[in-house]
């Protein structure tokens, strides 16, 4: 049972997921500009609030003077929530703000802030380095922009459109976030898959602006105060309306939002904490938000699984007894009644058919066990202060990028559930040690360990009865068959006809059930599963240092993660197909 002081249902029925609006924008920006400015900001908003009602809106920015203000006033006045990531610490920072006023401004805006990030000082530079205007600062100001983009599901960006070499300036956020390259920051080359890969983190609502300096007018061809959504799409790269692709992500979030809404008493009473009373960790607000989501999401994949898994046994049920209905009406006796047992049979094939797609469940199954398992890895990630060796990537960027690109909206879930992990990460040798005993376990005494061990036996069992009994359906068919051929009357015969399609039917039935629910490919991903998370344990225990832990853990949660998508791939292509019952394939 969960502890219920870690859910609070409060959580699920104000909405898990916020939309998150990441600001980059200019700082000189002229004033007669600055009204329409704010007139348009606030349009965005209310236009997102209007279209996503089940999205709260959350704003990311980092109150340089300028844009960041405009966009965080604007905010304030909606009364929505926002967040401030610094670039450095605090002290240093305001250093850009040469003004009284500015510094004080800042301030007061700080104190309406929802959090306060101070994103960590890169490797080998001194906070008397950033206090000098120059690389060090600048290095800076680009792992801001990274964070944004890595962070935000739209970049709102008050910009001229002018391309710059100002690394961490508005023009190279925008290309991060178009094009993951950020020039001056992370030479590893390490951009490839996503650079090659529909995306759906490049999302960018483009409010034209100019700039008060010389050569300050937009780029040609924009219009100032004209406003766009900016994307890659090769054929419409600039649209007035948010394109549907990013929509159909958007409604996805939405929906998860509002089915934990509608089950918030339930996932708070029945669900599985990764930190539950058992767990002796201080866990951060931040990692309990991690685990609010992943317990939402593992109930409602359980739900939506419990659902599908019935309404597949109704509907291979009921074409079973379709067919045993047409054999009994054509080889044993044409009476009306094996007619009508036919069509009630199909009917309620149908209206189960019907149900599920209307209800969605076979994606919502697919959809939020994939989520759950992707927050289960981030999860012990973060407790264990696991971190990406490639300075500009996060655990979600690269989850499920060479699946579908609408189920992107699973990895915009795990952008806001680990935002606060990504900006520093934990070093509590406490958290380490849990993760290795609550995620991987041992063979006898829990984790992944115990539990994929459990099911690729359970399943072994079960596909070893599934082959005897074929086994024996196969020696019984032949006998039947010389049976009939021996047999001199037709009250034999008939009978046996009707035994025979019986086993047939019954055998194909039951293989259409075991391709749809794919049970000899989940025994080799638990199989599969198992192997890896026992190497791992393996590995750990010849190992001494924390570093070398955490290296072990990452492998093993990109491992689990690469299993999770291709699980998602091979079950998305076997729903329940109103189409195969016509065929009788079921």
Known sequence: MPDSARINIDTYREGLVPLIIGVSGHRDLIEDEIPEIRSLVRAFFVQLTARFPDRKLHIISPLAEGADRVVAEEALKLGLSFAVPLPMPREIYVDDFESEASRQGFEDLCQQAETIYELPIASGVTPEELREYGKARNLQYARLGVFLCAHSHILLALWDGKPSDESGGTAQVVEFHHNDVMVGFDASGSISQQLLADDESDLVYHVVVSRDREGGTPLAGLDALSCSWFTTDEAAPRTAKLPKTYVRIFDRTSDFNRDAKQHASIIQEKCYPLLDERSWIEATEEIERIDRIFCAADWLASHYQSRMLGALRAFHGLAFVMGMMFVLYSDLEARRFFLVGLIVCLVGALVIHRVA????????????????????????????????????????????????IELGWIRNVMRVAGIGCD??????????????????????????LKYYRSKATSYLVHSRRNRRLGQIVGITVPLIILWMLLAQSDSVRDPLFVILGALLLFVSVRQSYAFKVAEAEVIKQYEFMYRIFRNARRRLNNVSSDSDRRRILRALGESALDEHAEWILLHRDRPLDQGSLWRMEI
């Open 423 to 448: 900006v520093s990460a934990s070093i509590d040798p406490k958290g380490l040690a849990f993760v290795l005993d609550e995620w991987i376990g041992e063979d006898e005494t829990g984790g992944q």
């Open 357 to 404: 797609a209307r209800g969605n469940w076979h994606s919502k199954y697919l959809e939020y066990r994939t989520l759950a398992e992707g927050l289960r890895v981030q999860f012990y990630w973060a407790v264990g202060g696991v971190t990406s060796e490639i300075a500009t990537k996060y655990s979600h960027d690269n989850f499920l990028q060479k699946q579908d």
